[in-house]
């Protein structure tokens, strides 16, 4: 947790684009709560992507997206990015994902201060079941949490996770 446009993209890209590199089947999923916030991280993982010589398809995949583009994206795409509500969604058919979630490494959460009462209640139970879901599969992926605004960063994390945390606030 840091001050707006302090670099806490970076410091969840990086180690996201480094496992990338070394591992060519590892998956990551970014989570945020405003369409507007995915698309402007979709064009800077495609950056990212593009610079590093990467082939990772990262697609948003949400409400919006078309039915003909979500098989692809869901075989393809090593970088996903969505929204709670369209996880919850998805959950349910985790078949349908397999590969994607048996090689996901991380799942990025951004903007966690939104996470907050009932809904972010209904959030922690979401990333439980993305967890069941994971270990099942056969992974555990790494969760980074982001948030330019919060008073209590590592206990809202470790609520919404169900994981220990560290916190990262310079």
Not at 141 to 160: D, H, M, T
Request: with cysteine.
């Amino acid at each position: 947790t840091t001050a707006t446009a302090s670099g806490k993209t970076l410091a969840f890209n990086l180690p996201v684009f480094e496992t990338m590199l070394e591992s060519r089947s590892a998956t990551a999923l970014y989570l945020y709560p405003m369409k507007a916030v995915t698309q402007d991280q979709l064009k800077v993982l495609k950056q990212f992507e593009q610079g590093l010589g990467l082939e990772l398809n990262p697609a948003v995949y949400d409400g919006d997206t078309p039915a003909d583009k979500r098989p692809r994206i869901r075989l393809r795409s090593r970088v996903v990015l969505s929204n709670p509500y369209e996880l919850h969604q998805i959950l349910p058919y985790h078949y349908q994902w397999q590969s994607f979630y048996r090689n996901l490494s991380y799942c990025i959460i951004d903007e966690a201060h939104t996470y907050r009462g009932v809904f972010g209640s209904n959030v922690a139970q979401l990333v439980r079941r993305l967890r069941r879901i994971c270990a099942y599969h056969g992974s555990d992926p790494q969760f980074f949490l982001a948030s330019a605004s919060i008073a209590n960063p590592q206990e809202l994390a470790e609520k919404l996770t169900g994981r220990k945390f560290a916190l990262v606030g310079d």
